[in-house]
Protein backbone atom coordinates (compact mmCIF):
# COMPACT_ATOMS: atom_id res chain seq x y z
CA UNK A 1 0.00 0.00 0.00
CA UNK A 2 1.64 3.40 -0.79
CA UNK A 3 1.56 6.09 1.26
CA UNK A 4 -0.84 8.07 -0.02
CA UNK A 5 -3.38 5.14 0.06
CA UNK A 6 -1.78 4.23 4.05
CA UNK A 7 -3.04 7.98 5.01
CA UNK A 8 -6.49 7.88 3.30
CA UNK A 9 -7.49 4.93 4.89
CA UNK A 10 -6.68 6.09 8.09
CA UNK A 11 -8.21 9.35 8.01
CA UNK A 12 -11.43 7.51 7.03
CA UNK A 13 -11.46 5.72 9.89
CA UNK A 14 -10.46 9.02 12.68
CA UNK A 15 -9.37 12.84 13.15
CA UNK A 16 -5.65 12.37 12.35
CA UNK A 17 -3.24 14.26 14.63
CA UNK A 18 -0.31 16.41 13.17
CA UNK A 19 2.51 17.69 15.61
CA UNK A 20 2.76 21.50 16.78
CA UNK A 21 5.16 24.14 16.65
CA UNK A 22 9.24 23.23 16.69
CA UNK A 23 10.82 26.76 16.71
CA UNK A 24 9.22 27.94 20.25
CA UNK A 25 10.10 24.23 21.49
CA UNK A 26 13.58 24.59 20.28
CA UNK A 27 13.53 27.96 22.47
CA UNK A 28 12.84 26.41 25.39
CA UNK A 29 16.02 25.03 25.17
CA UNK A 30 18.07 27.73 25.68
CA UNK A 31 20.48 26.81 23.46
CA UNK A 32 23.74 28.53 23.01
CA UNK A 33 26.28 29.16 20.05
CA UNK A 34 28.27 26.13 20.85
CA UNK A 35 25.10 24.07 20.29
CA UNK A 36 24.15 25.33 17.12
CA UNK A 37 27.81 25.31 15.42
CA UNK A 38 28.61 22.45 16.65
CA UNK A 39 32.19 20.92 14.97
CA UNK A 40 31.16 22.09 11.55
CA UNK A 41 33.83 25.26 11.10
CA UNK A 42 31.27 27.34 9.36
CA UNK A 43 32.38 30.92 9.21
CA UNK A 44 28.62 32.82 10.13
CA UNK A 45 27.01 32.61 13.50
CA UNK A 46 24.49 29.59 13.85
CA UNK A 47 22.62 30.66 16.79
CA UNK A 48 18.63 30.46 15.39
CA UNK A 49 19.62 27.92 13.01
CA UNK A 50 17.24 25.32 14.10
CA UNK A 51 17.40 23.13 11.07
CA UNK A 52 21.69 22.56 11.63
CA UNK A 53 20.64 20.99 14.96
CA UNK A 54 19.88 17.78 12.84
CA UNK A 55 23.28 17.76 12.62
CA UNK A 56 25.00 19.16 15.69
CA UNK A 57 22.52 18.49 18.49
CA UNK A 58 20.34 16.02 17.24
CA UNK A 59 18.76 15.30 20.81
CA UNK A 60 16.69 18.23 21.20
CA UNK A 61 14.64 17.66 17.76
CA UNK A 62 14.60 13.93 18.64
CA UNK A 63 13.61 14.83 22.26
CA UNK A 64 10.82 16.91 20.54
CA UNK A 65 9.25 14.66 18.10
CA UNK A 66 9.26 11.83 20.91
CA UNK A 67 6.95 14.35 22.99
CA UNK A 68 4.71 15.09 20.18
CA UNK A 69 4.63 11.35 18.99
CA UNK A 70 3.13 10.70 23.44
CA UNK A 71 1.08 13.52 23.15
CA UNK A 72 -1.06 11.28 20.49
CA UNK A 73 0.32 12.90 16.88
CA UNK A 74 0.74 10.33 13.73
CA UNK A 75 2.49 12.67 11.73
CA UNK A 76 5.90 14.04 12.39
CA UNK A 77 6.89 16.57 10.49
CA UNK A 78 10.55 17.46 9.69
CA UNK A 79 12.53 20.39 11.60
CA UNK A 80 13.59 21.53 8.04
CA UNK A 81 11.59 25.11 7.20
CA UNK A 82 14.24 27.03 6.61
CA UNK A 83 16.83 23.85 5.45
CA UNK A 84 16.37 25.25 1.68
CA UNK A 85 19.99 27.25 0.21
CA UNK A 86 18.42 30.42 0.22
CA UNK A 87 17.56 30.30 3.78
CA UNK A 88 20.37 28.43 4.31
CA UNK A 89 22.60 31.11 2.87
CA UNK A 90 21.99 33.50 5.47
CA UNK A 91 24.23 31.27 7.95
CA UNK A 92 26.84 29.92 4.94
CA UNK A 93 25.66 26.89 5.36
CA UNK A 94 24.54 26.50 2.01
CA UNK A 95 26.33 23.73 0.86
CA UNK A 96 24.78 21.37 3.64
CA UNK A 97 21.40 21.49 1.90
CA UNK A 98 21.06 17.53 1.49
CA UNK A 99 23.10 16.71 4.63
CA UNK A 100 20.58 18.62 6.95
CA UNK A 101 17.52 17.28 4.88
CA UNK A 102 18.19 13.73 4.59
CA UNK A 103 19.41 13.30 8.40
CA UNK A 104 16.04 15.46 9.78
CA UNK A 105 14.03 12.81 7.48
CA UNK A 106 16.17 9.78 8.87
CA UNK A 107 15.35 11.10 12.38
CA UNK A 108 11.53 11.79 11.88
CA UNK A 109 11.76 8.00 10.27
CA UNK A 110 13.05 6.42 12.46
CA UNK A 111 10.81 7.88 15.47
CA UNK A 112 7.67 7.07 13.48
CA UNK A 113 8.55 3.63 12.99
CA UNK A 114 9.42 3.60 16.47
CA UNK A 115 5.89 4.50 17.64
CA UNK A 116 4.32 2.27 14.86
CA UNK A 117 5.61 -0.69 15.95
CA UNK A 118 4.26 -0.20 19.77
CA UNK A 119 0.91 -0.22 18.59
CA UNK A 120 0.50 -1.03 14.99
CA UNK A 121 -0.86 2.21 14.51
CA UNK A 122 0.61 4.04 11.12
CA UNK A 123 3.09 6.98 11.84
CA UNK A 124 3.46 9.16 9.00
CA UNK A 125 6.29 11.76 7.96
CA UNK A 126 5.92 15.19 6.43
CA UNK A 127 8.81 16.36 4.42
CA UNK A 128 8.73 20.05 5.74
CA UNK A 129 9.59 22.74 3.37
CA UNK A 130 9.09 26.46 3.90
CA UNK A 131 8.29 29.27 1.55
CA UNK A 132 11.94 30.66 1.62
CA UNK A 133 12.81 34.55 2.82
CA UNK A 134 11.92 35.40 -0.93
CA UNK A 135 9.08 35.65 -3.18
CA UNK A 136 8.20 35.41 -7.12
CA UNK A 137 5.20 37.58 -7.21
CA UNK A 138 6.21 40.78 -5.44
CA UNK A 139 8.68 43.09 -5.42
CA UNK A 140 10.63 43.86 -2.85
CA UNK A 141 11.68 47.16 -4.37
CA UNK A 142 8.60 50.10 -3.63
CA UNK A 143 10.32 52.07 -6.37
CA UNK A 144 11.00 49.14 -8.88
CA UNK A 145 7.41 47.05 -8.63
CA UNK A 146 8.94 44.45 -11.98
CA UNK A 147 11.71 43.51 -10.15
CA UNK A 148 12.52 40.10 -8.69
CA UNK A 149 15.01 38.67 -6.21
CA UNK A 150 14.66 35.30 -7.98
CA UNK A 151 13.18 33.87 -10.63
CA UNK A 152 10.81 30.53 -11.58
CA UNK A 153 13.49 28.28 -12.67
CA UNK A 154 15.68 29.12 -9.72
CA UNK A 155 12.69 28.84 -6.99
CA UNK A 156 11.81 25.57 -8.43
CA UNK A 157 15.39 24.11 -8.30
CA UNK A 158 15.98 25.01 -4.85
CA UNK A 159 12.81 23.25 -3.63
CA UNK A 160 13.31 20.44 -6.00
CA UNK A 161 17.35 19.73 -3.87
CA UNK A 162 15.09 20.19 -0.69
CA UNK A 163 12.25 17.49 -1.71
CA UNK A 164 14.78 15.52 -2.84
CA UNK A 165 17.04 15.28 0.46
CA UNK A 166 13.32 14.62 2.28
CA UNK A 167 12.50 11.74 0.40
CA UNK A 168 15.67 10.05 0.28
CA UNK A 169 15.54 10.32 4.31
CA UNK A 170 12.42 8.82 4.59
CA UNK A 171 10.23 11.15 4.31
CA UNK A 172 6.64 10.05 3.14
CA UNK A 173 5.11 13.85 1.81
CA UNK A 174 6.50 16.83 0.88
CA UNK A 175 4.42 19.47 2.77
CA UNK A 176 4.88 22.49 0.94
CA UNK A 177 3.85 25.43 3.89
CA UNK A 178 3.01 28.84 5.21
CA UNK A 179 2.55 29.18 1.45
CA UNK A 180 2.12 33.40 1.49
CA UNK A 181 3.00 33.52 -2.17
CA UNK A 182 0.79 31.47 -4.06
CA UNK A 183 3.27 30.76 -6.94
CA UNK A 184 6.47 30.26 -4.92
CA UNK A 185 3.55 26.61 -3.73
CA UNK A 186 3.66 26.33 -7.34
CA UNK A 187 6.65 26.17 -8.14
CA UNK A 188 7.26 24.05 -4.93
CA UNK A 189 4.43 21.65 -6.64
CA UNK A 190 6.59 21.82 -10.11
CA UNK A 191 9.88 20.87 -8.37
CA UNK A 192 7.78 17.80 -7.03
CA UNK A 193 6.79 16.83 -10.00
CA UNK A 194 10.13 17.01 -11.75
CA UNK A 195 11.34 14.73 -8.56
CA UNK A 196 8.31 12.00 -9.25
CA UNK A 197 9.71 11.99 -12.93
CA UNK A 198 13.41 11.43 -12.01
CA UNK A 199 12.33 8.61 -9.16
CA UNK A 200 9.76 7.02 -11.27
CA UNK A 201 6.90 7.18 -8.61
CA UNK A 202 4.65 9.41 -7.00
CA UNK A 203 5.87 12.03 -4.02
CA UNK A 204 3.08 12.87 -2.33
CA UNK A 205 2.45 16.78 -1.48
CA UNK A 206 0.94 17.92 1.49
CA UNK A 207 -0.14 22.01 0.88
CA UNK A 208 -0.96 24.64 3.38
CA UNK A 209 -1.55 28.21 3.13
CA UNK A 210 -0.68 31.05 5.62
CA UNK A 211 -3.27 34.00 5.78
CA UNK A 212 -1.60 37.82 6.48
CA UNK A 213 -5.23 39.75 7.17
CA UNK A 214 -8.77 38.70 8.42
CA UNK A 215 -10.54 39.28 5.15
CA UNK A 216 -9.03 35.59 4.24
CA UNK A 217 -6.28 36.23 2.12
CA UNK A 218 -2.38 35.63 1.98
CA UNK A 219 0.36 38.19 1.06
CA UNK A 220 0.26 37.56 -2.70
CA UNK A 221 -3.80 38.17 -2.56
CA UNK A 222 -5.45 34.95 -2.71
CA UNK A 223 -8.22 34.07 -1.22
CA UNK A 224 -8.42 30.51 -0.09
CA UNK A 225 -10.92 29.57 -2.67
CA UNK A 226 -9.01 31.04 -5.15
CA UNK A 227 -5.69 29.71 -3.81
CA UNK A 228 -7.44 25.63 -3.98
CA UNK A 229 -8.45 26.47 -7.85
CA UNK A 230 -5.17 27.13 -7.81
CA UNK A 231 -3.68 24.01 -6.85
CA UNK A 232 -6.35 21.62 -6.71
CA UNK A 233 -4.18 19.84 -10.17
CA UNK A 234 -1.58 18.78 -8.00
CA UNK A 235 -3.85 16.39 -6.51
CA UNK A 236 -2.36 17.09 -3.27
CA UNK A 237 -2.95 14.22 -0.27
CA UNK A 238 -4.20 17.27 2.55
CA UNK A 239 -4.94 21.18 1.38
CA UNK A 240 -5.21 23.61 4.80
CA UNK A 241 -4.15 26.57 6.63
CA UNK A 242 -1.51 26.62 8.91
CA UNK A 243 0.25 29.49 11.29
CA UNK A 244 -2.00 32.83 10.19
CA UNK A 245 -3.87 33.68 13.85
CA UNK A 246 -5.34 31.84 16.12
CA UNK A 247 -8.06 29.04 15.86
CA UNK A 248 -10.61 31.79 16.54
CA UNK A 249 -10.19 33.96 13.68
CA UNK A 250 -9.45 31.08 10.77
CA UNK A 251 -13.08 29.25 11.80
CA UNK A 252 -14.91 31.25 8.60
CA UNK A 253 -12.00 30.45 5.93
CA UNK A 254 -11.65 26.29 7.48
CA UNK A 255 -15.28 26.10 6.57
CA UNK A 256 -15.35 27.87 3.22
CA UNK A 257 -12.13 25.38 2.31
CA UNK A 258 -13.53 22.50 3.52
CA UNK A 259 -16.37 23.14 1.73
CA UNK A 260 -14.87 23.39 -2.02
CA UNK A 261 -11.71 20.99 -1.77
CA UNK A 262 -12.06 17.58 -2.77
CA UNK A 263 -9.32 15.86 -0.66
CA UNK A 264 -8.95 15.82 2.92
CA UNK A 265 -8.56 18.97 5.26
CA UNK A 266 -5.21 19.66 7.39
CA UNK A 267 -5.35 22.41 9.72
CA UNK A 268 -2.66 23.72 12.11
CA UNK A 269 -3.36 27.25 14.08
CA UNK A 270 -0.91 29.29 16.39
CA UNK A 271 -1.93 29.04 20.06
CA UNK A 272 -3.74 32.10 19.31
CA UNK A 273 -1.98 35.11 18.93
CA UNK A 274 1.34 36.69 20.31
CA UNK A 275 0.99 38.92 23.36
CA UNK A 276 3.34 41.96 23.69
CA UNK A 277 6.44 40.00 24.47
CA UNK A 278 6.06 37.74 21.81
CA UNK A 279 4.90 35.01 23.57
CA UNK A 280 1.89 32.90 23.22
CA UNK A 281 -0.77 32.39 26.29
CA UNK A 282 -3.51 30.30 24.83
CA UNK A 283 -3.65 27.45 26.77
CA UNK A 284 -4.15 23.44 25.73
CA UNK A 285 -7.57 23.59 26.52
CA UNK A 286 -8.54 26.58 25.34
CA UNK A 287 -7.09 25.46 21.60
CA UNK A 288 -8.26 22.02 21.92
CA UNK A 289 -12.11 23.60 22.47
CA UNK A 290 -12.11 25.86 19.43
CA UNK A 291 -10.31 23.36 17.14
CA UNK A 292 -13.16 20.45 18.34
CA UNK A 293 -16.12 22.92 16.64
CA UNK A 294 -14.53 22.24 13.25
CA UNK A 295 -14.38 18.34 14.13
CA UNK A 296 -18.32 18.14 15.05
CA UNK A 297 -18.76 20.51 12.55
CA UNK A 298 -17.36 17.83 9.66
CA UNK A 299 -15.03 20.17 8.59
CA UNK A 300 -11.42 18.71 9.37
CA UNK A 301 -9.60 15.61 8.65
CA UNK A 302 -6.13 16.40 10.18
CA UNK A 303 -5.23 18.82 13.22
CA UNK A 304 -2.40 20.33 14.72
CA UNK A 305 -0.74 22.92 16.33
CA UNK A 306 1.95 26.07 14.78
CA UNK A 307 3.50 28.83 16.59
CA UNK A 308 3.27 28.71 20.03
CA UNK A 309 1.88 25.09 20.13
CA UNK A 310 3.20 22.40 22.92
CA UNK A 311 2.90 18.94 23.16
CA UNK A 312 0.50 19.81 25.36
CA UNK A 313 -1.76 21.22 23.21
CA UNK A 314 -1.45 18.22 20.55
CA UNK A 315 -2.05 16.19 23.40
CA UNK A 316 -5.49 18.30 23.91
CA UNK A 317 -6.32 17.97 20.69
CA UNK A 318 -5.84 14.41 20.79
CA UNK A 319 -8.17 13.90 23.41
CA UNK A 320 -11.00 16.62 22.23
CA UNK A 321 -11.57 14.68 18.48
CA UNK A 322 -11.08 10.90 19.96
CA UNK A 323 -14.56 9.48 18.41
CA UNK A 324 -15.46 12.55 16.54
CA UNK A 325 -16.06 11.42 13.10
CA UNK A 326 -13.86 12.32 10.21
CA UNK A 327 -14.86 15.23 7.66
CA UNK A 328 -16.11 13.68 4.17
CA UNK A 329 -14.46 14.28 1.31
CA UNK A 330 -17.03 16.06 -0.94
CA UNK A 331 -17.45 14.75 -4.58
CA UNK A 332 -17.53 17.79 -7.04
CA UNK A 333 -19.97 18.69 -9.88
CA UNK A 334 -17.10 18.74 -12.86
CA UNK A 335 -17.27 22.13 -13.80
CA UNK A 336 -14.21 24.77 -14.63
CA UNK A 337 -13.03 26.38 -11.95
CA UNK A 338 -10.31 29.34 -12.23
CA UNK A 339 -8.77 31.80 -10.32
CA UNK A 340 -7.42 35.23 -10.04
CA UNK A 341 -7.05 36.43 -6.65
CA UNK A 342 -10.77 35.88 -6.48
CA UNK A 343 -12.35 32.46 -7.85
CA UNK A 344 -13.90 32.30 -10.80
CA UNK A 345 -16.77 29.27 -11.64
CA UNK A 346 -17.57 28.72 -15.34
CA UNK A 347 -21.41 26.78 -14.58
CA UNK A 348 -22.06 24.20 -16.78
Not at 277 to 284: F, I, R, S, T, V
Request: proline share 5%; net charge negative; charged share 20%.
Amino acid sequence: MSARESFFAEAAKRILITDGAFGTEIQNWKLAEEDYAGTLGLSHEQKGNNDILALTKPEVPEAIHRAYFEAGADIAETNTFSANRISQADYGAEHLVREINVASAQLARRLADEYQAKDGRPRFVAGAIGPTNKTLSLSPDVNDPGYREIDWDTLVDVYKEQAAALVEGGADFILIETVFDTLNAKAGIMAVKQLEADLGREVPIMLSMTLTDLSGRNLSGHTVEAFWHAVRHAKPVTVGLNCSFGATQLRPHVKALSEIADTLIMIYPNAGLPNELGAYDEMPDTTAGFVKEWAIAGQVNVLGGCCGSTPAHIAAMAKVVAGVEPRKVPVLEPVTRLAGLEPFIMAA
